[in-house]
């Protein structure tokens, strides 16, 4: 198959045409301007819809009313525009709604800086919106991994009626690298025959909401999310290893550092300190149970990495517990560490360990 | 094949960006991997970018680099800035024809170029940046010629058809240019 160039942003815009959306909801911000660019240019060509929306606020709502329709529907953002579409995500949970948002995360908090980042870990794992919720993450660490989960968010969202994210940082979004279209095997999925989108001859009407006064009904819809949630963390969770066979340290990272990660690992390797990556690809559902798994076996510690001051480290320690040692290495606020740097940190940290 | 870790860099509208681009895309068509990071920050209008492509056979880690196998340099700032980076033996290309100066060090190569001199000769000042990248091929012989003749007429087509052999002789004036001083 044909191998083309492509640029982070708008490969992941021409992915989620490729996989069926027809709605694009968004509001400009740096570092993913060149989706709704791209949107608004092919979305149209291909019978969509694009809407530059008057606010982040307006956008996720427009995704969750297409999403109602039955329609796959999507918008994008970058750290502080997503941080604003919280409730909408968490309205579109409650009301079990398929939808994809995109996270091109840059340095926070606040405004910060629109250089890389990954300090919105614990917003996109743990819920920044209100509400007991979960929504698969997946974090592509190259341009091929983020075309093909896009194809994959859509069905994961179809299959679940749950919003997914896709947690990207900013060095993806504006980098290139050849990429194949794959034919992409959709799932079996269900029938939308919930979908408000107009009465069809049904005996009633299909009503979508969050709102539930009554404490027993609301119970009842947070215990079937929350069968929803158990069948996402057994089916979804996804991770790569490189070199944990034998490793005696294991970096842990995802996105653009689990490939500084891959270099610093080679250079260990080739210094004879054995070193291994896993790379999660799913944060949510995280890899806890490989995890521990490995840290039962002969790997002397963990060693985690991230454009951030210690998020993903939690999931770590949750996973390794007291059975090995867990480091951390971080930079934050849009800097993107360097190889020398993580291998320095890698070094110090297997002294410690061994 | 040597892994390529290269920074080009220089003012906007210089075409380093495109340059990148297309060392990028020649690599994918000779089946390397390869991978193109710009610069991206709160930049000034007219202020200097740059763009890191690294070129490999194998597996591309992190996609930016500390140490450099070689420079494009099309401005003054970017040789101060980049010219650090490079390894032993590493080659800084300058655009002589802005860039004054010459490189410090002794343990690096230099090719000068006179880019926009060239392009002026050739009558069309655009074609500067196909000068640089023809100048890259010919010390380095990382790519082959053929496929930047390819990609050329591929580039240009229908209307813009008629500018191929222009691209193509400011490609072969780069060359030229490199292989004189690399003997």
Same mark, same amino acid.
């Given at each position: 198959?044909?191998?083309?160039?492509? *640029?982070?942003?708008?490969?992941?815009?021409?992915?989620?045409?490729?996989?069926?959306?027809?709605?694009?909801?968004?509001?400009?911000?740096?570092?993913?301007?060149?989706?709704?660019?791209?949107?608004?240019?092919?979305?149209?060509?291909?019978?969509?819809? @694009?809407?530059?929306?008057?606010?982040?606020?307006?956008?996720?709502?427009?995704?969750?009313?297409?999403?109602?329709?039955?329609?796959?529907?999507?918008?994008?953002?970058?750290?502080?525009? !997503?941080?604003?579409?919280?409730?909408?995500?968490?309205?579109?949970?409650?009301?079990?709604?398929?939808?994809?948002?995109?996270?091109?995360?840059?340095?926070?908090?606040?405004?910060?800086?629109?250089?890389?980042?990954?300090?919105?870990?614990?917003?996109?794992?743990?819920?920044?919106?209100?509400?007991?919720?979960?929504?698969?993450?997946?974090?592509?660490?190259?341009?091929?991994?983020?075309?093909?989960?896009?194809?994959?968010?859509?069905?994961?969202?179809?299959?679940?009626?749950?919003?997914?994210?896709?947690?990207?940082?900013?060095?993806?979004?504006?980098?290139?690298?050849?990429?194949?279209?794959?034919?992409?095997?959709?799932?079996?999925?269900?029938?939308?025959?919930?979908?408000?989108?107009?009465?069809?001859?049904?005996?009633?009407?299909? @009503? !979508?909401?969050?709102?539930?006064?009554?404490?027993?009904?609301?119970? *009842?819809?947070?215990?079937?999310?929350?069968?929803?949630?158990?069948?996402?963390?057994?089916? /979804?969770?996804?991770? /790569?290893?490189?070199?944990?066979?034998?490793?005696?340290?294991?970096?842990?990272?995802?996105?653009?550092?689990?490939?500084?990660?891959?270099?610093?690992?080679?250079?260990?390797?080739?210094?004879?300190?054995?070193?291994?990556?896993?790379?999660?690809?799913?944060?949510?559902?995280?890899?806890?149970?490989?995890?521990?798994?490995?840290?039962?076996?002969?790997?002397?510690?963990?060693?985690?990495?991230?454009?951030?001051?210690?998020?993903?480290?939690?999931?770590?320690?949750?996973?390794?517990? /007291?059975?090995?040692?867990?480091? @951390?290495?971080?930079?934050?606020?849009?800097?993107?560490?360097?190889?020398?740097?993580?291998?320095?940190?890698?070094? /110090?940290? @297997?002294?410690?360990?061994? | 094949?040597?892994?390529?870790?290269?920074?080009?860099?220089?003012?906007?509208?210089?075409?380093?960006?495109? %340059?990148?681009?297309?060392? =990028?895309?020649?690599?994918?068509?000779?089946?390397?991997?390869?991978?193109?990071?710009?610069?991206?920050?709160?930049?000034?209008?007219?202020?200097?970018?740059?763009?890191?492509?690294?070129?490999?056979?194998?597996?591309?880690?992190?996609?930016?680099?500390?140490?450099?196998?070689? %420079?494009?340099?099309?401005?003054?700032?970017?040789?101060?800035?980049?010219?650090?980076?490079?390894?032993?033996?590493?080659?800084?290309?300058?655009?002589?024809?802005?860039?004054?100066?010459?490189?410090?060090?002794?343990?690096?190569? =230099?090719?000068?170029?006179?880019?926009?001199?060239?392009?002026?000769?050739?009558?069309?000042?655009?074609?500067?940046?196909?000068?640089?990248?023809?100048?890259?091929?010919?010390?380095?012989?990382?790519?082959?010629?053929?496929?930047?003749?390819?990609?050329?007429?591929?580039?240009?087509?229908?209307?813009?058809?008629?500018?191929?052999?222009?691209?193509?002789? =400011?490609?072969?004036?780069?060359?030229?240019?490199?292989?004189?001083?690399?003997?």
């Amino acid at each position: 198959m044909k191998r083309e160039i492509w *640029k982070g942003s708008e490969a992941i815009a021409e992915a989620a045409i490729r996989a069926g959306c027809r709605g694009f909801f968004g509001y400009p911000i740096t570092p993913q301007n060149e989706i709704p660019e791209y949107m608004s240019l092919k979305m149209p060509e291909s019978g969509g819809v @694009f809407v530059q929306a008057e606010s982040e606020l307006a956008a996720i709502n427009m995704v969750y009313g297409a999403a109602a329709s039955g329609m796959r529907a999507m918008t994008s953002s970058s750290s502080p525009g !997503i941080s604003l579409k919280q409730e909408g995500i968490s309205y579109m949970v409650g009301a079990e709604l398929p939808g994809v948002i995109v996270n091109v995360m840059r340095g926070g908090p606040g405004l910060g800086s629109i250089q890389p980042g990954q300090s919105d870990y614990h917003q996109a794992t743990r819920g920044g919106g209100n509400g007991d919720y979960r929504m698969v993450v997946l974090a592509p660490a190259n341009l091929q991994e983020a075309v093909d989960v896009m194809a994959d968010a859509f069905d994961i969202a179809d299959q679940y009626r749950n919003p997914v994210m896709v947690l990207a940082d900013g060095l993806i979004g504006q980098m290139m690298e050849p990429i194949v279209w794959k034919e992409h095997t959709p799932r079996v999925l269900p029938e939308k025959t919930w979908a408000a989108d107009g009465r069809r001859g049904r005996a009633h009407n299909n @009503f !979508i909401t969050s709102l539930l006064l009554e404490a027993d009904a609301c119970e *009842k819809r947070n215990i079937g999310l929350k069968a929803k949630f158990d069948e996402m963390e057994k089916n /979804e969770c996804r991770w /790569e290893e490189v070199n944990t066979e034998d490793a005696e340290v294991i970096l842990v990272a995802y996105g653009t550092p689990a490939r500084i990660a891959l270099s610093a690992a080679e250079q260990l390797r080739a210094q004879g300190i054995k070193a291994g990556v896993l790379r999660p690809i799913t944060v949510w559902p995280f890899p806890h149970a490989r995890l521990r798994e490995l840290a039962e076996g002969s790997c002397r510690g963990f060693l985690a990495v991230e454009m951030s001051q210690g998020q993903m480290v939690d999931d770590v320690r949750m996973a390794v517990g /007291e059975k090995k040692p867990v480091g @951390f290495y971080g930079r934050c606020g849009g800097v993107v560490p360097t190889v020398s740097e993580v291998r320095l940190a890698a070094e /110090e940290f @297997f002294k410690e360990v061994q | 094949m040597k892994k390529r870790e290269i920074i080009l860099s220089g003012f906007g509208g210089q075409g380093v960006m495109s %340059i990148g681009k297309n060392l =990028a895309e020649a690599g994918v068509v000779e089946g390397l991997e390869v991978s193109w990071v710009p610069s991206y920050g709160p930049e000034m209008r007219g202020g200097t970018a740059n763009c890191t492509v690294i070129l490999s056979e194998h597996r591309i880690g992190a996609p930016l680099v500390e140490q450099t196998t070689e %420079i494009v340099v099309m401005n003054r700032p970017s040789l101060i800035k980049f010219e650090p980076t490079l390894e032993p033996g590493g080659i800084a290309f300058i655009n002589s024809s802005i860039v004054p100066d010459k490189v410090t060090r002794d343990d690096i190569r =230099a090719v000068y170029v006179p880019c926009d001199a060239i392009a002026a000769e050739l009558g069309n000042l655009k074609v500067g940046n196909m000068v640089m990248l023809g100048a890259y091929i010919g010390a380095t012989e990382a790519l082959k010629v053929e496929t930047i003749e390819e990609m050329i007429h591929e580039m240009f087509t229908g209307k813009k058809a008629k500018l191929v052999p222009l691209n193509l002789e =400011a490609l072969h004036r780069g060359i030229a240019c490199a292989k004189e001083q690399m003997a």
